[in-house]
């Protein structure tokens, strides 16, 4: 829904003017080259957005500061999206050479950790001790969801439960930390701070359905990434989960025999294991589970008033669902 992120403007273009003041502290020319590659190439902000719109649900107006621990937010997404792209041999990123692939692997893990302490800075500093233990907590989660996914990979684990213990860590515990840090900011209660959780899980949980629903159904050209990544890597997201759980006889024989078999074999077969996901449901069955964790997000704006910051986070609501990219 582009009037979600329309009406933010100002606030993603204060933001960004904020976060290119911020990174005035690095010092080697090398390294704010990659950082600016990798932070202004495209992002859309949601996640510092959210830090603020949670303080702005608790009355509190526009600040600097609340601007800057939003950014922490900012960095910890793009860290993370570095170091993936260097794991996963990444050629491409939001449309662009990735940036493993203009520099060196070692130049981007060590980009993507100056973020991470960085981004531990401004928790810590301007959010205290509560926002630091919220963000810590959300990072850990982050880690150990890459260790699930990749074992999850090798063993090829056909539960939803797993896949959904994947999801939390990976996206949604970060997204949640968003929300929860705003009201933490806006020293909201505990009610809002569990509130404001609960709506950022289910978004970003919903979220990275509608990225596993993109990655098979997605324009490259909007998307600025390849379809197929996921199933080539042998990666066990939702819609092929559901398909691999209905009776489909030797349509499952196949999708087993191609993610036995090399990336390559999965990705000149891809076209095909995309019709087989349709025609058992996969996509369809995803979009309903995407829909109905939006649905959940919404319930958690229930206990605030009605405010241009609720108006907004109901409408990033349904951008998640609506995206295209």
Request: aromatic share 6%.
């Amino acid at each position: 829904m582009k009037s979600s992120l329309d009406n933010m403007r100002p606030t993603i273009e204060k933001i960004d003017a904020i976060m290119r003041h911020d990174l005035e502290v690095i010092d080697n020319p090398l390294l704010a080259q990659v950082i600016e590659y990798a932070i202004f190439n495209g992002g859309k902000r949601i996640r510092p957005m959210l830090t603020v719109l949670a303080a702005g649900l608790c009355g509190m107006d526009d600040s600097e500061d609340l601007y800057r621990l939003a950014l922490s937010f900012e960095y910890l997404h793009a860290a993370s999206l570095l170091h993936d792209d260097v794991i996963d041999h990444a050629k491409k990123r939001r449309g662009k050479t990735a940036a493993n692939d203009v520099w060196s692997n070692t130049h981007v893990i060590l980009a993507g950790d100056f973020l991470h302490g960085r981004a531990m800075r401004l928790a810590g500093t301007l959010g205290g001790q509560d926002c630091l233990d919220v963000i810590c907590q959300a990072v850990a989660a982050m880690v150990e969801s890459e260790f699930l996914q990749l074992q999850n990979a090798q063993r090829q684990e056909l539960s939803e439960d797993y896949y959904f213990r994947v999801l939390q860590g990976k996206t949604a515990s970060l997204i949640a930390a968003a929300c929860e840090t705003g009201v933490i900011f806006a020293t909201g209660t505990m009610e809002k701070r569990t509130a404001l959780a609960k709506f950022g899980a289910h978004l970003g949980l919903s979220f990275q359905i509608a990225d596993d629903l993109l990655d098979y159904l997605g324009d490259p050209v909007k998307t600025g990434k390849a379809v197929g990544n996921d199933f080539q890597e042998g990666k066990m997201t939702l819609p092929l989960l559901y398909a691999l759980r209905q009776n489909i006889g030797k349509d499952e024989d196949i999708l087993l025999e191609l993610l036995a078999g090399t990336p390559s074999q999965r990705c000149s077969s891809f076209a095909q294991v995309r019709d087989i996901i349709a025609k058992a449901g996969g996509f369809a069955y995803a979009k309903q589970q995407a829909q109905g964790l939006i649905n959940e997000a919404l319930l958690g704006l229930d206990i605030f008033p009605s405010s241009p910051s609720k108006e907004i986070l109901a409408l990033l609501a349904a951008y998640v669902l609506e995206r295209n990219k």
